[in-house]
């Protein structure tokens, strides 16, 4: 029989619906009936596409007796942390207080007021190198609440307090300048994988936002360092086997240091920032790798993550049925060398198999290999290579395929909408902005309400109950701001503005300058969540300083630029220290010392071929955070188009940066010259 669950609109959650276990969605009624019953809460969060939260799941939350354990010891909360970053990150901070580690699924024990006195991740269904079993667990968190109830109120309220305690320094609410950048920069040198690219050991995460900075600092310094630890990442990325070498798009991080092995879930997020940072490189360098990497990434997204309303989900999952019943990791994506022959033929399959780096050893589990591609001598026939890819792909569609999370979450729709805008207008792509176009419609219809506040997820066209915390605000409000420079509609700019005075008036401490993830009148939770740091994605705080940058660019609103400002204090405080760990804010602070650039391009119309030209060449200038406006004379669709004639009737450029403006010109070399200098 459904538990609770039953009804939610989460796939994360449905995914429990039919557990013996009496899971609560995270609710007033489900602490309500701790305290009624006087039982601890089990909160257990996780997400759809998390390979140990389904391996958990299935040794304990689908066991009967395990069920009936919880059921009369505990009311068990079941949270999908994408849907609720809020309560997730406040949790997360504690088990990582608590335990120096942390992860999903986390697995946390609350009293009735919310306060946890208890901390893991995935707890094993018997004992396992040094680890309790999940029954112990439980029988000694119940026996500690049932004994020593006074003594665990105790170490809750301390941990709360604690909690409240760990403020960061967040700097003098100055922006980071030459020095600060330069010593994130050598941070970053120190830190860097010479041999393999990247930065640190195993697990080895795809650094997209640091990526983005080191392309931003050569732009502008024309540091050759920088540029060269950017490509040489990227290109071991893409050739590794965390890059699908058949469908495109990148896996959520690689087991090992050489990006052989990846762990196979495919989120959205990643993937807008990698194409993002990919159309950005081959921007900087001409590279075809990686014009080849966004571009396919970009298609990879449309193609099997955009939704039936023009939205996008969230993930694939890294398990899928590997034709015998059972769900295993990597199923959908491993190849063993009989496997390539019976899809190719003899004479085919050895030459794949060389290509991609598939060995009867393997390189994944049983024999089998991630593809990749590997450094080696000897040149392959382009169609050969491009006819066996295909082949391969059309039989991989043929196998069972990992399941997909269907949910709409806005900010990662609004790291797409960059990502997919700007590939589009690059390359020449007008589906890809016209896929950017459409996500963004459903947000506008969907996910913003009469006084434009924003919800988190929706699924299926149906919003969900969930309010947009800052990255949501933030991301949302990139995505516009991209898409008003690329397709020249003023209504993009209009609604980023809308996201953007209410991170101003609900987000930031009007004194410091900080901002918070959640919004002053969102639920209240043991503390207010407010975490600087940039991990998977911008964190609402770096995103947030570069929305409001590049907002006040294109409007001369001095509040926005001063409220970007005073946020990027922080990049101060962490950019010198822990660089990979603010790499979006480090990019922000380039496009400020940078100006960044106003570039208004003016012509007769719109779909005028010079026009054009000289719009595209102004979206190409590498200039960190550049903003563009186009339109027509007399146009209000854009504030930097106010009084800025044709020049001789031709279309013509403008660009100004610091309040002070280059001379006008109606020549792509010259607009080219001043966007390099």
Same mark, same amino acid.
């Given at each position: 029989?459904?538990?609770?669950?039953?009804?939610?609109?989460?796939?994360?959650?449905?995914?429990?619906?039919?557990?013996?276990?009496?899971?609560?969605?995270?609710?007033?009624?489900?602490?309500?009936?701790?305290?009624?019953?006087?039982?601890?809460?089990?909160?257990?969060?996780?997400?759809?596409? $998390?390979?140990? $939260?389904?391996?958990?799941?299935?040794?304990?939350?689908?066991?009967?007796?395990?069920?009936?354990?919880?059921?009369?010891?505990?009311?068990?909360?079941?949270?999908?942390?994408?849907?609720?970053?809020?309560?997730?990150?406040?949790?997360?901070?504690?088990?990582?207080?608590?335990?120096?580690?942390?992860?999903?699924?986390?697995?946390?024990?609350?009293?009735?007021?919310?306060?946890?006195?208890?901390?893991?991740?995935?707890?094993?269904?018997?004992?396992?190198?040094?680890?309790?079993?999940?029954?112990?667990?439980?029988?000694?968190?119940?026996?500690?609440?049932?004994?020593?109830?006074?003594?665990?109120?105790?170490?809750?309220?301390?941990?709360?307090?604690?909690?409240?305690?760990?403020?960061?320094?967040?700097?003098?609410?100055?922006?980071?300048?030459?020095?600060?950048?330069?010593?994130?920069?050598?941070?970053?040198?120190?830190?860097?994988?010479?041999?393999?690219?990247?930065?640190?050991?195993?697990?080895?995460?795809?650094?997209?936002?640091?990526?983005?900075?080191?392309?931003?600092?050569?732009?502008?310094?024309?540091?050759?360092?920088?540029?060269?630890?950017?490509?040489?990442?990227?290109?071991?990325?893409?050739?590794?086997?965390?890059?699908?070498?058949?469908?495109?798009?990148?896996?959520?991080?690689?087991?090992?240091?050489?990006?052989?092995?990846?762990?196979?879930?495919?989120?959205?997020?990643?993937?807008?920032?990698?194409?993002?940072?990919?159309?950005?490189?081959?921007?900087?360098?001409?590279?075809?790798?990686?014009?080849?990497?966004?571009?396919?990434?970009?298609?990879?997204?449309?193609?099997?993550?955009?939704?039936?309303?023009?939205?996008?989900?969230?993930?694939?999952?890294?398990?899928?049925?590997?034709?015998?019943?059972?769900?295993?990791?990597?199923?959908?994506?491993?190849?063993?060398?009989?496997?390539?022959?019976?899809?190719?033929?003899?004479?085919?399959?050895?030459?794949?198999?060389?290509?991609?780096?598939?060995?009867?050893?393997?390189?994944?589990?049983?024999?089998?290999?991630?593809?990749?591609?590997?450094?080696?001598?000897?040149?392959?026939?382009?169609?050969?290579?491009?006819?066996?890819?295909?082949?391969?792909?059309?039989?991989?569609?043929?196998?069972?395929?990992?399941?997909?999370?269907?949910?709409?979450?806005?900010?990662?729709?609004?790291?797409?909408?960059?990502?997919?805008?700007?590939?589009?207008?690059?390359?020449?792509?007008?589906?890809?902005?016209?896929?950017?176009?459409?996500?963004?419609?459903?947000?506008?219809?969907?996910?913003?309400?009469?006084?434009?506040?924003?919800?988190?997820?929706?699924?299926?066209?149906?919003?969900?109950?969930?309010?947009?915390?800052?990255?949501?605000?933030?991301?949302?409000?990139?995505?516009?701001?991209?898409?008003?420079?690329?397709?020249?509609?003023?209504?993009?700019?209009?609604?980023?503005?809308?996201?953007?005075?209410?991170?101003?008036?609900?987000?930031?401490?009007?004194?410091?300058?900080?901002?918070?993830?959640?919004?002053?009148?969102?639920?209240?939770?043991?503390?207010?969540?407010?975490?600087?740091?940039?991990?998977?994605?911008?964190?609402?705080?770096?995103?947030?300083?570069?929305?409001?940058?590049?907002?006040?660019?294109?409007?001369?609103?001095?509040?926005?630029?001063?409220?970007?400002?005073?946020?990027?204090?922080?990049?101060?405080?962490?950019?010198?220290?822990?660089?990979?760990?603010?790499?979006?804010?480090?990019?922000?602070?380039?496009?400020?010392?940078?100006?960044?650039?106003?570039?208004?391009?003016?012509?007769?119309?719109?779909?005028?071929?010079?026009?054009?030209?000289?719009?595209?060449?102004?979206?190409?200038?590498?200039?960190?955070?550049?903003?563009?406006?186009?339109?027509?004379?007399?146009?209000?669709?854009?504030?930097?188009?106010?009084?800025?004639?044709?020049?001789?009737?031709?279309?013509?450029?403008?660009? $100004?940066?610091?309040?002070?403006?280059?001379?006008?010109?109606?020549?792509?070399?010259?607009?080219?010259?001043?966007?390099?200098?």
């Amino acid at each position: 029989m459904p538990n609770r669950l039953a009804h939610e609109t989460s796939p994360y959650l449905l995914q429990h619906a039919d557990n013996p276990v009496d899971w609560w969605p995270w609710s007033a009624e489900a602490f309500e009936e701790a305290r009624r019953t006087g039982k601890p809460v089990l909160l257990s969060v996780g997400y759809s596409s $998390c390979h140990w $939260c389904h391996v958990m799941a299935h040794e304990s939350f689908e066991d009967r007796a395990t069920a009936e354990y919880l059921n009369e010891h505990f009311v068990s909360v079941k949270v999908d942390r994408e849907e609720r970053p809020d309560v997730d990150a406040v949790y997360m901070e504690a088990v990582q207080a608590a335990t120096g580690q942390g992860g999903w699924p986390m697995t946390v024990f609350l009293t009735p007021e919310g306060e946890p006195f208890y901390f893991g991740t995935y707890f094993p269904p018997t004992p396992r190198q040094g680890s309790p079993s999940f029954r112990q667990v439980l029988e000694g968190v119940r026996a500690a609440w049932t004994d020593r109830r006074d003594e665990v109120a105790e170490v809750a309220g301390k941990i709360v307090k604690d909690l409240a305690g760990r403020e960061i320094s967040y700097g003098d609410s100055q922006a980071p300048g030459e020095e600060q950048l330069a010593a994130a920069l050598l941070g970053l040198t120190r830190g860097y994988d010479p041999q393999r690219g990247g930065f640190g050991g195993a697990p080895k995460f795809p650094p997209s936002m640091v990526v983005e900075f080191l392309l931003r600092h050569h732009a502008r310094t024309g540091a050759e360092g920088a540029l060269q630890m950017a490509q040489d990442t990227c290109e071991r990325m893409a050739r590794g086997g965390i890059y699908d070498q058949l469908g495109g798009g990148f896996a959520r991080y690689s087991v090992d240091r050489d990006w052989v092995v990846p762990h196979f879930e495919k989120m959205l997020y990643d993937n807008a920032l990698l194409c993002r940072v990919y159309a950005h490189l081959w921007r900087s360098t001409g590279s075809e790798l990686a014009r080849r990497v966004a571009l396919e990434t970009a298609d990879f997204m449309v193609r099997e993550l955009r939704t039936n309303e023009g939205g996008f989900a969230s993930a694939l999952d890294a398990d899928s049925d590997d034709g015998s019943g059972r769900h295993v990791e990597g199923a959908y994506y491993a190849w063993t060398p009989r496997q390539l022959t019976a899809v190719l033929g003899a004479e085919d399959g050895e030459l794949a198999a060389q290509y991609f780096g598939v060995t009867e050893e393997g390189t994944f589990e049983h024999g089998s290999s991630v593809l990749q591609l590997p450094q080696q001598e000897g040149v392959f026939d382009a169609e050969k290579v491009e006819s066996v890819k295909r082949r391969l792909l059309d039989a991989r569609s043929e196998r069972p395929a990992p399941g997909r999370d269907d949910k709409v979450v806005a900010a990662w729709n609004g790291l797409a909408i960059a990502a997919l805008a700007e590939t589009g207008a690059y390359f020449d792509r007008p589906d890809l902005v016209e896929a950017a176009v459409g996500a963004a419609d459903l947000l506008v219809r969907l996910h913003l309400d009469e006084q434009a506040r924003l919800a988190r997820t929706s699924k299926d066209g149906q919003v969900g109950a969930n309010a947009g915390v800052l990255e949501d605000y933030a991301d949302v409000a990139e995505g516009f701001l991209a898409l008003a420079s690329v397709t020249g509609e003023g209504v993009w700019l209009e609604f980023a503005g809308f996201l953007l005075d209410h991170v101003l008036a609900r987000f930031a401490d009007p004194d410091s300058g900080a901002l918070y993830d959640t919004a002053v009148d969102a639920e209240r939770l043991i503390r207010r969540p407010q975490d600087p740091t940039d991990n998977a994605t911008p964190s609402g705080w770096s995103a947030a300083a570069g929305a409001l940058l590049s907002y006040a660019a294109q409007t001369g609103a001095q509040p926005h630029r001063a409220a970007a400002e005073k946020a990027l204090g922080v990049v101060k405080a962490l950019g010198p220290r822990v660089p990979r760990f603010i790499g979006w804010g480090l990019a922000v602070a380039e496009a400020l010392l940078d100006g960044p650039r106003e570039i208004a391009i003016v012509g007769p119309a719109l779909d005028d071929e010079a026009t054009r030209a000289l719009h595209r060449t102004a979206l190409l200038g590498a200039a960190p955070g550049a903003v563009v406006a186009l339109g027509v004379p007399e146009s209000d669709e854009f504030p930097l188009l106010a009084d800025r004639p044709l020049v001789g009737g031709a279309p013509t450029a403008y660009v $100004c940066r610091n309040f002070t403006c280059d001379a006008p010109t109606t020549d792509i070399d010259r607009l080219r010259t001043a966007l390099s200098s």
